[in-house]
C-alpha cells in the first residue's frame, strides 16, 4: 500500500511540473525550435578538413600467402615507422576488424585478399581493403584518404622496381600494381548529420534534466511551494520521484523530437533496434540525476543551481564527442572524456545508430552510464533529505 502511495504522489507532481511547463507556449515552441537550430548550425559550420592523421589504432590482415602480400606489408610497417601515422596492430579476418571496430579497440583496417600475389604475377592490379569506423564520418575520411594515398605511393615505388628487372612495361600491374576498394561496414553515406544527431539526442536528454531540476526543486524553494509540499502527507521519496520523472518525460519529448527530424529532415537512418536507442536516452536520464539532484541539494536559489549545472554541462558538451571526435583531441582532454557520462552515452548511441550495433557492443557503454547514475544516487538522495529538513 505504501509503494502505491509513494507511486500516486510521485505521478500527481510529475504531473503537476508537466503542467506547470506546459503552460509556457514560447517553452514548449523552444522545446522543438532548440534543436532543429543546434543541428542545423553545427552541420553546416563544422569543418571539413581534419587534423593530419597520427597514431591511429589501425589493424592488419594479410589473407595472401605469397610473396607479394608480405613485402606489401614490409613496406607499410617501414613507412609507418618513419611516419608514426598509425599504431599496427593484427586481426585474423576481415569480420575480426569489425568486431575490433564495434569494440572501439581500432579505427580503421588493412586487408591483404589472398588472390593479391596472384593477381600481381598474372599482370593485374592487386587490390587492397580499407576498412574504417563509418560512425565518425570525419575521421573515417581522414583515415580512407591517408591510407590510399600513402598504398598509392607504395604502389608507385614498388613499380619502380619492377620496372627495373623487367623488360615488359605494357601491363597495368607493372605501372600501378596497387588498387584501393574501401570496405564499409554498413551501406550509404553517412553525412555530418548521421555523426551529429545521436550527439545531439543524448546532449538534449542531458540539458533537459540539469536545467529542469533548478527550476523544479530550487525555484520551488524560492517561491515557497515545496514548502507546501513538504508539510503536506507525502513521502520525501516522491517529491524526488516526481520531478525526476517531469523532466525524464521532458527530456525523452526532446530527444524523440530530434531523432524524428533527423530522419525526416536530414535523411538519417538508424540501423540499429530503435528499441536500444530509446533505452540509451533512459540510461542518459539515470546517468545524470544523481548529479542533478546532488548540485540543487547544496545550492538555495535557482540562479545558483542554473549557473552550476551550465558550468558542468558546457565542457561536457564540447569534452563528450557530441560535435568533434575525441580521437582529434590532445591527450588530456581526451583523458577527462573517459570519465564523463555523455561521452558513453553519445558512443552507445553511434554504435546502435549508425553501425548497427547490439545490446553485447555496448556493454561498456552501459555498465558506466549504470555505475555513474547509481553511485550518485546513493550520494544525492540522502543529501537531498537532509537539505529538505533545513
Known amino acids: 500500500m505504501k509503494a502505491k502511495q509513494l507511486l500516486s504522489h510521485s505521478a500527481w507532481i510529475c504531473w503537476k511540473d508537466l503542467l506547470e511547463f506546459a503552460r509556457s507556449k514560447m517553452a514548449l515552441v523552444m522545446l522543438l ?70 569494440a572501439g579497440d581500432i579505427d580503421g583496417g588493412i586487408v591483404i585478399p589472398a588472390n ?24 573515417s575520411m581522414q583515415t580512407q584518404q591517408a591510407l590510399s594515398y600513402v598504398i598509392d605511393e607504395m604502389g608507385t615505388y614498388a613499380a619502380i622496381g619492377m620496372l627495373s628487372a623487367s623488360d615488359s612495361n605494357t601491363t597495368l600491374a607493372t605501372v600501378q ?96 533496434n530503435i528499441l536500444i536507442v530509446l533505452l540509451i536516452m533512459l540510461l542518459t536520464v539515470l546517468s545524470f540525476v544523481g548529479l542533478g539532484i546532488l548540485v540543487t541539494s547544496f545550492t538555495d536559489k535557482e540562479e545558483t543551481a542554473s549557473m552550476i549545472m551550465m558550468t558542468m554541462m558546457f565542457p561536457m558538451m564540447f569534452l563528450g564527442g557530441v560535435f568533434f571526435p575525441i580521437e582529434q583531441m590532445p591527450g588530456f582532454m581526451q583523458t577527462i572524456s573517459s570519465v564523463l557520462p555523455l561521452t558513453y552515452a553519445t558512443s552507445a548511441m553511434r554504435k546502435v545508430m549508425i553501425l548497427g550495433a547490439g545490446m553485447g557492443d555496448i556493454t561498456t557503454e552501459i555498465l558506466f552510464m549504470v555505475i555513474f547514475g547509481l553511485v550518485f544516487l546513493l550520494i544525492s538522495v540522502p543529501m537531498f533529505k537532509r537539505a529538505m529538513n533545513k
Open 177 to 272: 600494381p596497387y588498387t584501393v576498394e574501401i570496405e564499409d561496414l554498413v551501406e550509404g553515406d553517412p553525412s555530418y548529420f548521421q555523426f551529429v544527431a545521436p550527439g545531439i539526442m543524448a546532449m538534449v536528454v542531458m540539458m533537459s534534466l540539469m536545467t529542469g531540476l533548478p527550476h523544479a526543486i530550487s525555484y520551488e524553494k524560492d517561491t515557497g511551494t515545496l514548502d507546501g509540499m513538504l508539510v503536506a502527507p507525502i513521502h520525501r521519496l516522491a517529491i524526488i520521484l516526481g520531478k525526476v520523472l517531469a523532466q525524464t518525460t521532458r527530456g525523452m519529448i526532446q530527444g524523440i523530437l530530434i531523432l524524428l527530424l533527423a530522419m525526416l529532415l536530414f535523411g538519417v537512418v538508424i540501423y540499429g
Open 33 to 102: 525550435l532548440m534543436p532543429l537550430f543546434m543541428m542545423i548550425m553545427v552541420g553546416f559550420i563544422f569543418p571539413d578538413s581534419a587534423a593530419m592523421m597520427e597514431d591511429v589504432p589501425i589493424a592488419l590482415v594479410d589473407l595472401d600467402s605469397g610473396p607479394m602480400g608480405e613485402n606489401f606489408t614490409m613496406q607499410l610497417e617501414g613507412l609507418n615507422e618513419q611516419t608514426g601515422m598509425m599504431v599496427l596492430s593484427g586481426a585474423t579476418d576481415i569480420e575480426d576488424i569489425r568486431t575490433q571496430i564495434y
Open 116 to 139: 593479391f600475389t596472384q593477381n600481381i604475377m598474372a599482370g593485374q592490379q592487386g587490390t587492397i581493403i580499407i576498412m574504417t569506423d563509418q560512425s565518425n564520418p570525419q575521421l
